[in-house]
Each structure stands twice: as C-alpha cells, then as structure tokens.
C-alpha cells in the first residue's frame, strides 16, 4: 500500500499524524479518520491507529536513571527521541528510547542487539560534525517490565540542512556541505555506512554568520563488510527519495561506503535547487523506485544557473546510478567541492599572478636570485589522520597521568603557569597568592626543579634576587622579591664564549636569567630595568629570536624588544590590550605576529577582561607594529579575547575564549582569515603541536582537542585520569618535550604520551 501512494497522500497522512501531540496515531478520533477524503489513506491511519501503544505514552517528568524527560521531540520505526536534562542541572540533551514492543515477544532480544550496536557504532563517532554520545544504558520505566535501553546526545539546536541553508549563499552552501562530506568520510574511517542521509538527519545552526552542520541518527547505519550477505529483514531501510538503486533492487549487490556518496549528491542537488535530482516530482513510491534505479538525473544548471559546469559535473557523477562512475569516498566529493569556495580562486591567482612577476624579475635582473626558505611541507592529510587515528585505537580516550608535586613545604594553594622539560629534568613555573599579603601585593612567585622525572622537587624560588617596589601606573600594585611567573624556558644560548644552557623566567616583576637552570643552587637574576615604569612591567611570555642573543617580551604594557647591543627597547605600548602570545613568521624580513585580550569601553573603564580581541601584525616592510582591523569583527573575534598564538608551516592559529579559534593563511605580505568550527564550549587556553604537524589545543572543562589537516577537521578527546574518571579541570596550558605532552590545570600538572605504542 504504502509504494502506491502519490506525494499527496503522503502528506494527508502526515498532516492527520501531526494533528497527535502525544501519541502520533493512538489519539486520533474517529472523526478525524473519516475526515480524510482518500479512502487509500483513511485505511491507512486505520491500521496506524491500531498500533500498540509504545514508549510515545511516557509523560514529561518522566525520570530515567540521572535524568528527567522534558519533551518528546520525534521518533521512527526504531525509537523515540526526547529532550532531557541532569536532576543536577546543565545544558538539554537528547535521549533516544528504544520503541516498547521491540522488547516483546520473540524478536526482543534482537532488537535489543540491534539498538546496542547503534550505540556502538555512535559512541565511536568522535567528530565536530558528528552529534555526540554522552552516555548510554538501560532503566526501568513505569509500565515498562524490562530494562529500556537508552542513549544520552549532546542536543544540536539545529533546523534540518534544506530548511536552514534556504536563503543564504551558493559559498555558505557549499562551506556547509563540504563539512558534511567531511563527517560522513570520518564515519566511514570507522568503517560505517550511514545509509539514512536526509534533511531531517543533518541539523544546521548558524554560528558567527557560519552555517554549522551536525550528522545525526546511526539506527540505520551498518559496519561494511565486502563478503557480508544482505540481511532481507534491513533491506530496503531508509528514506526512498535519499536512497541508492543498490537499496532498492537486491540483484544490484548491496550497499558500499558509495551508497552515502549517492544520498550526499540528492542533497547537494536538493541544497541548491530546493528540488530532488530527479524528473517525478508526483507520482506513486513504486514510479519514484523506478525513477531512482533506471531514470535520468536532471541537469543542475537548468534549475541554479549560477553553479556552472564544474559543478553540475560534480553531482552528476555522485548521483549516477551506477556505482563505478560515483566519486569513492565522501572526502573525494569534498575534495571537489573545495575549488569552487570563495576564497580559494583567489588564493590561486595571487599564485598566478607572483609566479608571472618572478619571471618578469628574472627577465629584468638576469642573475639575480631572490630566495626565501619556504615553510615546511606538512604531511599528506589522509596519512596524518591515518596515524592519528592508529595511535589511540578505539575512539579517542586518552589517559592522562597527575603528576605529584612532593616538594618540601608545598602548598596546596600554589598555582602553575607553565612547565619546562627536558629528559629527567624538570622546571615548574608558577605563583603563591596565599602568602601574598593583599592590598595591591602582586604575589610571589614560585619555581620548582626536578631531577627524576617528577617523583620530587625542590624549590628553588629562594634562589631568585631579592628585591622590592611599587608598579605605580597598575593601581600602585608593589612587589618583594620575584613576582608570579608566567613563563619558563630552558635552551642554549649564544655568547661571545660559545653556546651556554640558559634559563629564561618571565615574571610580572620583570625578566630574571641564569645560566645554571637546572641546578639547585642556581642564581636567578633580574636582568631587565626595575618595574617602576608602566612599559616593563607584567610580562606574560617572551619569544626567542636568535639563540638567546635576541628576544621579544610581552604582556598588559605590549611588546618590548632587547638584545645584547641595543638593550631594553618599547616596539610596541598597548595599555588596552595585554599581549599573550606572539609567532615568528619570518625573523630574517622582521615579519611577527602577535595576539591580545583585554579592552575598556568608551567610558574608560573596564568591561571584562579577555572579552574583547586584538591582532598585531608587524609587517616585514615598514617594521611597524599594526593592529588589525575585520570588515566583520564580531564574526571572527567578537565577545572572545586571544590567549596564544601558533604558527605550523604556512597558517597561524588563535585560540581564545567563546570556544574560538582563528586561522590565518599567510601570504608574502599578510594572511588571510578565518574562524574555525571546534567541538565544544568555553574559553581556549593554549596551543602546541607536535613532530607529526598535529595541533593540540586545551580549554575549559577538560577540553583536549586535536587537528592533523591545519585545522580543516578536530578530534574531541576525552581525558580520563588514573582513577577511570573523566577529567574536568580547566587546562590552562599545553606544552610538548619529545612524545609527551603535558597539561597544567590550575594547581595541578597531568601528563600524556602522544603516540603510545
């Protein structure tokens, strides 16, 4: 019956379903039944109505282990999926119930199965385009004998894709559908069809002006294997417009990882025309299987002029019917997409453009030569999230081990800023606020030493010069010997005498040097001009130009520059923004870059620090320091100031709060611009990478997050410490000697292994 009905009669049907707020057939009264003119779909709401009632009767307040249903917000064939909340509070999310006469009679025990391997193959789909597992199990409900089984998922705010995407341009479009592909493609690395592509599974939101997609709903999804038979009871599973002739007639051999490649081109189709690929567009379901399995795609450009051959080209070939003619993966569909998005032709002409005016240079000055090193190739993308996946196995838990401060007299209110490593040997870095005293008392600082790997420490902050002031131009704020310390670094340095291993801290009350660092009995001394004046003082980090002969400082009084011939030199005087963190983009041409946070609104006060961003660049041409300015400031860095800055190759990345994360593109003269899209809430700490070009970024609330392709793609991790339990705390700092990263939270150090055997 149901492959006789015409578009019409289908939505009669739904409109007749919706007119149930509970229960979608159960209460629908006789007068609504004989409503329907179409006797077809009369009969049909007939044999809907005598469905069993099922787990749809749950009321809201329902309570399920920790949670409590709120409201249910759809369901199919399989389950029901409601909106919940912790009794402790917290964010919505959604629950996914087993449908109650799946767990009776003989068929129980394998839909029970069924739903578990949904959980399975969901609880391994670990990616910012892939709605989230937050926990699973089964409950008691009432009425209810057995366990129902149930998942918890982050709840996605979305509007399904078509809906969402109506309306905004043929570049957003295509931004979007690429991070589609791109969720897909990591499903199938786990080696999982999705099979169930539609609209309805894929929720956008619109964040910062970015249209963010989320993949959702695996109860359809199956593992591939080449020699696995077709299960007749599952054949045929899905939304027919969205479904592949290899779902539809089982002489074609089953479904492949190109089965999802056909869904994805009807929606690409569908994304820019607002219409199906195909020419039905009435008829019955059995004329639109026929359509599907022998019937012509339509052209795109008949319907969205504006997409050009290229692109027509493209979702033909991931709509043809036969599988040998469809691109192979998602990624490879992605992979064709990316030409076409704004930004990129552009990119490609400068290419153009400098390649034809170097040639014109050679022409001119014949034997001239003008090199410049150019940045380090980074991995293939494929090979890098092959070993990145290789290297944590089955999802992407890290262990992550607390590293014990012994240490005679510690206290447990001491706080760290930043750890330096090398071997056994080890520096802490960091701040007592309790033996403090307060009125305007910066604190003093605090530095630890290890010699076995962590097991023990000493403190060696009794080491650094003694001495004692007023900060006049920071509310009269007054220091005692060394000042919090933001920053320590360990690395050899040039001297008239040869290379020595020198230590660098990088204090609120200055900068202090030794060249014994990893001795006990070292002397830290304070080499830069006392703090009375506002431009040296509260640094917050420094960078290394040449060996320890050069170095750039920074922090709330901006960029300071010294070397051994010119002494201690303002570049740059920001009383508006603290600078936290820099990047060396090209030392030789004088080309730096440097990221703040702060702000103060037009009144002159203070309107919450770390709220408002700044980028700094210092251009290679006029040696000035200029701070940026956005045509969309409140897309790109709005509500969210910078923490740090990182340079891999030929991109930046800027990490800060409000979950952001900057990446500029450079090019000879500048960079271009764009904010990423992470997994996650909250503030973003720190950055670092690692040998294989991975780029770890740690934040709030136990966030660990990784990319291998420049930040095209991120990896949620879940750290979990020695005791089993999730990790929480707010990292603050990332830093990584060799294979081992470590993590600072507060007052507490963690350590991992990047690539464990």
């Known amino acids: 019956m149901i492959d006789a009905l015409t578009p019409d009669q289908i939505a009669q049907f739904e409109a007749a379903c919706a007119a149930s707020s509970r229960t979608d057939f159960a209460e629908l009264s006789p007068q609504q039944l004989t409503q329907t003119t179409d006797p077809t779909v009369a009969a049909l709401l007939g044999l809907a109505a005598a469905e069993p009632a099922t787990i749809r009767q749950l009321e809201a307040g329902t309570q399920i282990d920790g949670y409590i249903l709120r409201e249910r917000l759809g369901g199919g064939g399989f389950g029901e999926v409601w909106r919940g909340r912790r009794f402790d509070g917290g964010e919505d999310v959604a629950i996914k119930l087993i449908r109650r006469e799946h767990l009776k009679g003989l068929q129980a025990d394998r839909w029970v199965r069924l739903f578990r391997e949904e959980i399975a193959r969901h609880e391994r789909m670990l990616h910012p385009g892939i709605v989230r597992v937050l926990n699973t199990g089964a409950a008691v409900l009432p009425g209810f ?20 995407c109506r309306g905004h341009s043929l570049g957003a479009k295509l931004r979007c559908f690429r991070e589609i592909c791109q969720a897909v493609q990591h499903a199938h690395r786990q080696g999982i069809m999705h099979l169930d592509l539609k609209p309805e599974n894929i929720l956008v939101v619109e964040h910062h002006g970015r249209l963010r997609p989320k993949v959702l709903d695996f109860g359809l999804a199956r593992a591939f294997r080449a020699d696995r038979p077709l299960q007749p009871g599952r054949f045929g599973a899905g939304t027919l417009p969205y479904q592949a002739p290899e779902q539809i007639d089982p002489e074609l051999g089953g479904e492949d990882f190109r089965t999802d490649v056909h869904a994805l081109g009807v929606l690409l189709f569908q994304l820019l025309t607002d219409r199906l690929p195909y020419e039905l567009p009435t008829g019955t379901r059995a004329e639109l299987k026929e359509q599907i399995r022998r019937g012509r ?35 490879q569909l992605a992979a064709a997409i990316t030409p076409l998005l704004p930004g990129f032709a552009l990119r490609i002409f400068h290419i153009r453009r400098d390649g034809f005016v170097l040639l014109l240079l050679v022409g001119f000055a014949a034997g001239l030569v003008i090199w410049r090193k150019p940045p380090p190739r980074l991995p293939a993308e494929s090979a890098v999230l092959r070993d990145l996946g290789q290297s944590y196995g089955k999802g992407n838990r890290i262990i992550i081990d607390r590293v014990p401060i ?75 010997g060394v000042g919090t310390m933001r920053q320590i670094r360990v690395q050899p340095k040039n001297t008239p ?52 002969r050069e170095w750039f400082f920074f922090g709330w009084s901006g960029i300071v520059h010294w070397d051994g011939r010119s002494g201690w030199e303002q570049r740059l005087l920001s009383m508006k923004y ?20 702060g702000g103060l609104d037009k009144m002159g006060q203070s309107d919450g620090f770390f709220r408002h961003a700044a980028i ?11 701070r940026l300015t956005f045509s969309d400031d409140d897309r790109l860095i709005g509500g969210s100031g910078f923490h740090a800055i990182l340079r891999l190759g030929d991109a930046l990345f800027a990490v800060g709060g409000n979950n952001t994360i900057l990446r500029g593109i450079l090019n000879e003269t500048n960079a271009v611009w764009d904010r990423l899209s992470l997994p996650g809430e909250g503030s973003l700490g720190s950055l670092a990478n690692d040998d294989k070009h991975q780029i770890w970024v740690v934040g709030e609330g136990g966030t660990l997050l990784s990319s291998a392709n420049r930040g095209a793609t991120w990896l949620q991790h879940e750290c979990v410490d020695e005791r089993g ?5 707010n990292f603050t700092r990332i830093r990584i000697f060799g294979q081992v990263a470590w993590l600072i939270a507060n007052n507490k150090v963690y350590r991992f292994e990047l690539f464990p055997p």
């Open 145 to 164: 004998p057995e366990p129902v089984p149930y998942l918890v998922m982050e709840l996605w705010p979305g509007r399904p894709l078509i809906d969402a």
């Open 297 to 331: 795609r339509l052209p795109l450009t008949d319907y969205e002029v504006r997409a050009g051959a290229h692109l027509e080209s493209i979702c033909s070939r991931a709509v043809a019917r036969e599988r040998a003619r469809r691109f192979d993966s998602p990624a």
């Open 406 to 480: 012994d240490c005679p007299a510690a206290d447990p209110n001491w706080t760290w800023d930043d750890i330096c490593w090398d071997g056994s040997l080890g520096l802490l870095a960091g701040e007592s606020e309790a033996t403090g005293g307060t009125n305007g008392f910066v604190g003093y600082g605090i530095l630890l030493l290890t010699h076995d790997h962590g097991k023990t420490w000493t403190n060696v902050s009794p080491n650094f010069e003694f001495d004692r002031g007023n900060i006049p131009k920071f509310e009269n704020q007054f220091w005692k």
């Open 497 to 548: 005498n040869g290379r020595v291993t020198n230590g660098t801290a990088v204090s609120v009350t200055g900068i202090y040097t030794s060249t014994n660092p990893w001795s006990p009995t070292s002397a830290w001394r304070r080499v830069s001009p006392a703090p009375t004046a506002n431009t040296l003082a509260c640094f917050a980090g420094g960078e290394d130009l040449e060996g320890g």
């Open 578 to 597: 603290s600078i936290e963190g820099m990047a060396i983009t090209d030392h030789v041409h004088g080309d730096y870059w440097a990221v703040g946070a």
């Open 616 to 626: 700094y660049h210092h251009s290679a041409m006029d040696h000035i320091w200029r």
């Open 725 to 729: 339990q999730m990790c929480r705390e």
